[in-house]
């Protein structure tokens, strides 16, 4: 079966540059997550969608970063303005329940900001 | 503030010898996750612990929570080479979606 996807794989952006990156979960999850991870570090919560509610974003660093799931499947990760600081790998996991006991991972999206 | 640490950092270790990587973590939790992840890929799960004294096994590795120490184990027996990879504990709440993640052990398996 087809699992979590996330395009594009792979980013360049000059600094100051809008990005958008996009997330399909598996097909019928309720609940999905965002995570930014540094390079050599663990993921970090950026954001957490229950359907087409946002109810957690407080792991957004700042207003640049802007996430939306309108209709309750594909989401999709906005940055505005890329800062250096905003490079790295993009996670987003999906998951059946509405909490972090099962959650499957997407390929990530590697952001460069040059 | 929830904090997740996990030690050691980097892990080289022989086939066939046994080792234990720790993830010791800040406040009450009652979840405990650990991830694989290979370079360049995504993360995988590997075991999810619910409850204090909760151990879980799959093949040559082995989970355990000790919720009143605030840890949590990753035990490795026998190892091989295809085990190398980095291995992060995350550790959440049933109340909070939010899930704090560990630093990540990267473990080399070498003949």
């Known amino acids: 079966g087809a699992g979590v996807s996330q395009s594009p794989r792979y980013k360049v952006a000059k600094r100051g540059q809008d990005v958008a990156l996009r997330c399909d979960p598996i097909?019928?999850?309720?609940?999905l997550f965002w995570y930014q991870q540094a390079l050599g570090q663990g993921p970090e919560f950026l954001t957490y969608?229950?359907?087409?509610?946002?109810?957690?974003k407080s792991g957004l660093p700042s207003d640049r970063f802007f996430a939306e799931r309108p209709e309750g499947s594909v989401s999709t990760l906005k940055i505005q303005r890329t800062q250096q600081e905003d490079s790295a790998v993009y996670l987003c996991?999906?998951?059946?329940?509405?909490?972090?006991?099962?959650?499957?991972f997407g390929p990530g999206t590697r952001l460069t900001v040059l | 503030e929830l904090k997740v640490e996990q030690n050691p950092l980097f892990l080289s270790m022989q086939e066939g010898k046994n080792y234990t990587i720790y993830c010791n973590y800040s406040?009450?939790?009652?979840?405990l996750y650990w991830y694989r992840q290979d370079p360049g890929k995504s993360l995988e799960s590997l075991f999810v612990?619910?409850?204090?004294?909760a151990v879980k096994q799959e093949g040559r590795l082995m989970a355990s929570l000790d919720t009143k120490a605030r840890l949590s184990t990753l035990h490795i027996t026998a190892a091989v080479h295809d085990l190398s990879a980095t291995y992060f504990c995350?550790?959440?709440?049933?109340?909070?979606?939010?899930?704090?993640f560990g630093a990540g052990t990267r473990l080399t398996v070498k003949p």
């Open positions: 996991a999906s998951g059946p329940t509405g909490n972090t006991d099962t959650q499957y």
């Open positions: 406040t009450t939790s009652d979840r």
């Open positions: 097909s019928g999850h309720v609940s």
């Open positions: 995350a550790v959440g709440t049933w109340n909070n979606n939010d899930m704090r």
């Open positions: 612990l619910l409850s204090n004294g």
């Open positions: 969608f229950q359907n087409e509610a946002q109810l957690d």
